[in-house]
């Protein structure tokens, strides 16, 4: 896999114009992979999000409202 | 707050509509913006002149929100502090069931929320602050193009970290969409379009004593005081 493009110039000189579109998929890869391995984390191991401070915290919120 | 007069409302302010706005405009400039990236897959258009545009439209409105950010809104709650750090050890160990009781909740922005702001700002700056001078690559309305404004390495570095922020862009593009329409996220999705949350949500998720909401009717009532 390429890392950059390079065009020629006017002399025929390779110039640096860029990095390679192939890194598009890896970015891409990354987000994919990402998202999968955090859907299979909520689906096997996270714990249950439970809100331990929230009746109090309504009860008291009220009482100031 | 007195409520002597009526109830005051269930609904609480998590972003104003000028801040909905702003978010909105990035998104769509954001997403015009990665367009460019289709043809790679061989969707062929003529995507210079919406790629442009969109990239005008794109600092015009980071630049509207830098300086809301740091003059009308409080920056400091965006700041990593020692707080956010205490509950990332709390949230990691709660995790691994070394802890039995849920991590602190946050002030108003959580810290993976800051950690999110934080790169994709840094990476929609790169590609910013790379992109306004690759508009003297082409022709537009007001200017001609000078494709010898800059040295040939110069422009090489200028590409090379465009095409890396902007695929990088992509990625967190990717994740900040697959959260918005996770489930359990949905309701922090409807205050970016509605502006509010429940005050269940408020007490669920975030620490009133660090983060004091307004609800909707104090906030028509104090529309015009500085937001904290």
């Given at each position: 896999m390429e890392l950059f493009r390079v065009s020629r110039n006017?002399?025929?000189?390779?110039?640096?114009?860029?990095?390679?579109?192939?890194?598009?998929?890896?970015f891409v890869g990354a987000a994919v992979v990402f998202i999968v391995v955090h859907i299979l984390y909520k689906w096997l191991l996270a714990p249950d999000a439970s809100p331990p401070h929230a009746s109090a915290d309504r009860t008291e919120m009220d009482q100031k409202l | 707050m007195a409520t002597g007069e009526h109830r005051p409302s269930d609904r609480l302010i998590r972003h104003r509509l000028v801040d909905r706005v702003y978010h909105w405009t990035m998104a769509a400039s954001v997403l015009v913006?990665?367009?460019?990236?289709?043809?790679?897959?061989?969707?062929?258009?003529p995507w210079i002149d919406a790629h442009w545009i969109a990239g005008?439209?794109?600092?015009?409105?980071?630049?509207?929100?830098?300086?809301?950010?740091?003059?009308?809104?409080?920056?400091?709650?965006?700041?990593?502090?020692?707080?956010?750090?205490?509950?990332?050890?709390?949230?990691?160990?709660?995790?691994?069931?070394?802890?039995?009781?849920?991590?602190?909740?946050?002030g108003r922005y959580p810290l993976l929320q800051k950690l999110y702001h934080h790169g994709v700002a840094i990476l929609i700056l790169?590609?910013?602050?790379?992109?306004?001078?690759?508009?003297?690559?082409?022709?537009g309305p007001f200017w001609t193009r000078d494709p010898y404004l800059l040295s040939s390495g110069t422009w090489?570095?200028?590409?090379?970290?465009?095409?890396?922020?902007?695929?990088?862009?992509?990625?967190?593009v990717m994740i900040h969409v697959y959260f918005a329409i996770r489930p359990e996220k949905l309701w922090i999705t409807r205050s970016m379009i509605f502006g509010w949350i429940t005050r269940?949500?408020?007490?669920?998720?975030?620490?009133?004593?660090?983060?004091?909401?307004?609800?909707?009717?104090?906030?028509?009532r104090a529309a015009v005081a500085p937001e904290r």
């Open positions: 006017a002399w025929g000189q390779e110039t640096l114009a860029g990095v390679s579109w192939d890194l598009l998929w890896v | 913006l990665l367009t460019s990236f289709l043809p790679i897959v061989g969707l062929k258009f005008v439209v794109l600092t015009v409105a980071v630049a509207y929100h830098m300086v809301r950010a740091l003059f009308w809104q409080d920056p400091r709650s965006m700041l990593i502090g020692l707080r956010d750090l205490r509950a990332a050890v709390q949230a990691t160990q709660w995790v691994l069931r070394r802890r039995a009781e849920a991590p602190d909740r946050p790169l590609t910013v602050v790379t992109g306004i001078p690759m508009m003297a690559k082409i022709d090489a570095a200028i590409y090379v970290v465009h095409d890396l922020a902007a695929m990088a862009v992509l990625t967190g269940s949500d408020y007490l669920t998720h975030y620490d009133p004593a660090l983060w004091q909401a307004e609800t909707v009717d104090e906030s028509k």
